[in-house]
């Protein structure tokens, strides 16, 4: 198999000049109080959600929450249990009368990218043309394998190409019959992290171009914030926040949210006129009433650390290079456990032992500790 590098350095540079993207007919995408089980246990657990036309939708959350449960529905692989799923207003899961994949205008793009190993790039790309005359299917498909940067390789084979080249001949198929909705289970899972921004951005590329309505499921917190127009995020069958990527990271609606965007140091509090009392200050805590006990969540990010007597006293106990960033821990005297701040590397170099910190509100959020 080639190196995944021929695939990774320089991707976006070599598909300046592709062909751009024909543009799909987009369907809008409704789940109508959705419900779905396996036996006794609940999979999706009434899910309402609107897709409109064009737009990226992603599937976050931890396993089992229901995500591939939502895109096997929409796919028509599983009938719900309750509930409605319409395409374009039409009700593909009418009665008992389950409309088939391939009459949705769906199309599909697996994890593990379900590539024909005895096929050519170009048949695999070819398959889901059938229905068109073979001159005009090998036209497409090659169009298709351009505009993801892979003409070249029409007439290789899968195993001939790197995972990320991979991945893309599975887009390529994906998009070759100009689908109104596009589903994607986990794409970039099997790809290494040096390729996965790289071909991220590309295949992003190739939904802005198409304007194909697509939901995008994943387990990768920032993927999801990178790839899609709104985000929803599941848990227990339920989405529990769908809101655009700054507002879910900004303004977390709960302590789950905000722990799965982003790593948090925690402190219990206590609520007094409107603010949470700790030891690192006073912090707001809007909605939540006098006397009430709070979790305080503090980004990494928003701990900056001086020379001891510039802030809050602490003590750095260790620093951890990890390239882009530091990670700092800080014992207190008023907390059990250190604090951990990130910072940029080589802004502690010069500080150990006694420090000092100063804590940036805007980093900070404030939830009833009945929530967490």
């Not at 921004?197 to 171009?209: I, K, M």
């Amino acid at each position: 198999m080639a190196a995944d590098a021929t695939a990774g350095s320089g991707l976006l540079g070599r598909l300046v000049g592709r062909g751009r993207s024909p543009a799909s007919i987009a369907s809008r995408l409704t789940y109508d109080d959705v419900v779905h089980r396996y036996g006794t246990v609940t999979a999706v657990a009434g899910v309402t959600l609107d897709v409109a036309p064009g737009e990226t939708v992603c599937l976050v959350g931890p396993s089992g929450c229901g995500k591939t449960t939502m895109l096997r529905l929409a796919a028509g692989v599983e009938m719900p249990s309750a509930g409605r799923i319409l395409i374009d207003g039409q009700d593909v899961t009418q009665g008992k009368t389950l409309t088939p994949p391939e009459r949705r205008g769906v199309g599909l793009m697996f994890q593990d990218f379900a590539l024909f190993p005895h096929l050519s790039n170009l048949d695999n790309v070819m398959f889901g043309l059938k229905a068109m005359p073979k001159a005009d299917a090998a036209r497409e498909a090659r169009l298709a394998l351009e505009r993801v940067g892979l003409a070249a390789h029409a007439e290789s084979f899968p195993h001939m190409l790197s995972g990320g080249e991979q991945q893309r001949v599975a887009l390529a198929r994906a998009v070759a019959p100009r689908p109104g909705v596009l589903l994607m289970d986990e794409p970039f899972s099997g790809l290494d992290r040096r390729l996965r921004d790289e071909v991220r951005e590309q295949t992003r590329a190739v939904l802005r171009e198409s304007r194909v309505t697509c939901i995008v499921v994943t387990h990768d917190p920032e993927e999801a914030l990178r790839l899609g127009d709104r985000v929803a995020l599941m848990r227990a069958g339920r989405i529990v926040q769908l809101d655009t990527p700054e507002e879910l990271y900004r303004r977390p609606q709960s302590l789950f949210a905000a722990r799965y965007f982003c790593e948090l140091n925690e402190i219990g509090a206590r609520v007094h006129a409107g603010a949470a009392d700790t030891p690192l200050g006073r912090f707001a805590a809007p909605g939540l009433s006098d006397g009430a006990d709070a979790v305080v969540a503090i980004r990494p990010q928003g701990i900056h650390i001086g020379v001891a007597g510039s802030g809050i006293a602490g003590k750095l106990q260790r620093r951890q290079f990890l390239g882009e960033v530091e990670l700092i821990d800080i014992a207190l005297d008023a907390l059990d456990r250190p604090l951990q701040a990130r910072v940029r590397p080589g802004a502690s170099k010069a500080l150990s032992g006694e420090i000092g910190i100063v804590i940036d509100p805007a980093e900070v959020l404030v939830f009833a500790a009945s929530a967490a």
